[in-house]
Nanobody
Framework: QVQLVESGGGLVQAGGSPKLSCAAS????????MGWYRQAPGEQRELVAT???????NYADSVKGRFTISRDNAKNTVYLQMNSLKPEDTAVYFC?????????????WGQGTQVTVSS
């Protein structure tokens, strides 16, 4: 089983540039694509950014040009550098990892980290 632990959230001012981290751990699993999702109170969970094992990235239109997703495959860690934060970025941010063991495929979610942007 894969465990995901996010860190880096908290209370930040508008215009700030925090960086989120998500470390994946687990035996005998290969981590494939990883991504960040967010969910505001009373809202649906939405994709923020994804990155494949080869480094290809995809971003939601709302964060393009402001957020950057990256990963360190040796550490099984994915990062989300957030710049020019806006109050509407306030949400719980979740890390997701697609993992495989042999021919079996799994999806794992972290517990989430709260990001609150003050105006």
């Amino acid at each position: 089983q894969v465990q995901l632990v996010e860190s880096g959230g908290g209370l930040v001012q508008a215009g700030g540039s925090p960086k989120l981290s998500c470390a994946a751990s687990g035996s005998a699993f290969s981590i494939n694509a990883m991504g960040w999702y967010r969910q505001a109170p009373g809202e649906q969970r939405e994709l923020v950014a994804t990155i494949t094992s080869g480094g290809s990235t995809n971003y939601a239109d709302s964060v393009k040009g402001r957020f950057t997703i990256s990963r360190d495959n040796a550490k099984n860690t994915v990062y989300l550098q957030m710049n020019s934060l806006k109050p509407e970025d306030t949400a719980v941010y979740f890390c997701k990892a697609d993992a495989s063991r042999g021919y079996l495929n799994y999806a794992y979610w972290g517990q989430g980290t709260q990001v609150t942007v003050s105006s």
